[in-house]
């Protein structure tokens, strides 16, 4: 047990932009809405249905997890301005691995887009850094790219994917998971570009318009008895290797190393 028990152990964390402080019972309502919400549902393991109940349990857990020597370390995310109004979750599951944690964050709907995770990431890993850590490992499962564009702000290295290694959803077939780590003494910025692929159009009539590729492009994709029409041969798509293949082409923009555009009428 800690000498100083919850909340009054968890240190509280600033930037200016965000506050890591100790959860709340008031937060209860707000972590309600994010584990229903259809993003959180699609990407993690939370349990459905989720209600007051298991919001009133995680907050137990992250109490009883502050209060035991070498527990995970949860903190609440807020603006730094109001730290009334709950954000998000960042925690720190250490590793059997001395020195090493496993990080998991996520937000409520309202709060995305503003670069409230990457800052309360940096954060959790200074303080583990400062704390005698060396190195945050992060995994999510294969597609969710939220999660892989907070982990690249804050400079984390990919390290590639690991087959079945995550386990999904509703009790579905384990799933593929991306992983990578952030070493002490690594600098917390992008170590690489993720292209945006612009959108592109000629003034010519009948003219033609480059644009980043939809999933429901599958839609559109020519049958396989016209090769004239595709260089190389491989490129050749159809229905069932086209979600693959569009992964491929994500993740490889992901990692700064290609821009892939679909031609489309303009």
């Known amino acids: ?33 994010q584990c229903r919400d259809p993003e959180t549902l699609t990407w993690t393991t939370v349990p459905r249905p989720y209600g007051e109940r298991e919001a009133r349990e995680f907050l137990a857990l992250v ?19 109001d730290e009334d109004r709950f954000l998000g979750t ?29 800052s309360a990431l940096r954060l959790a ?21 939220a999660s892989w564009r907070v982990a690249w702000a804050c400079g984390f290295t990919h390290h590639g994917t690991l087959p079945g290694s995550l386990e999904a959803p509703d009790d579905g077939p384990a799933q593929d998971g991306w992983m990578a ?4 003494h690594d600098v917390m910025e992008p170590r690489t570009p993720w292209p945006e692929p612009p959108v592109l159009t000629t003034d010519a ?13 599958v839609e559109w994709l020519e049958p396989r008895d016209q090769p ?5 041969a491989r490129g050749v798509l159809d229905a069932d290797t086209f979600p693959e293949w569009l992964m491929t082409r994500r993740e490889k923009m992901a990692q700064g190393t290609t821009l892939s555009w679909c031609v489309a009428e303009a």
């Open 181 to 184: 780590s952030l070493a002490e």
């Open 90 to 118: 960042v925690d720190l599951r250490p590793r059997a691995a001395r020195g090493s944690a496993i990080v998991g964050f996520g937000l409520h709907p309202d709060a995305r887009g503003e670069g409230y995770m990457a």
């Open 125 to 145: 890993c200074h303080w583990w850094f400062d704390e005698g850590g060396s190195r945050v490992h992060w995994y999510a499962a294969r597609g969710n790219f």
């Open 205 to 217: 009539a009948g003219g033609l318009r480059l644009r980043p590729w939809r999933d429901s492009d």
């Open 1 to 33: 047990m800690s000498e100083t028990p919850f909340p009054g152990c968890v240190p509280e964390l600033t930037d200016g932009h965000v506050r890591l402080r100790a959860h709340r019972p008031a937060d209860l309502a707000r972590v309600v809405e």
């Open 63 to 81: 109490e009883a997890e502050w209060n035991a020597p070498g527990g995970a370390r949860y903190w609440a995310v807020c603006p730094a301005e």
């Open 228 to 232: 004239a029409h595709h260089m190389p």
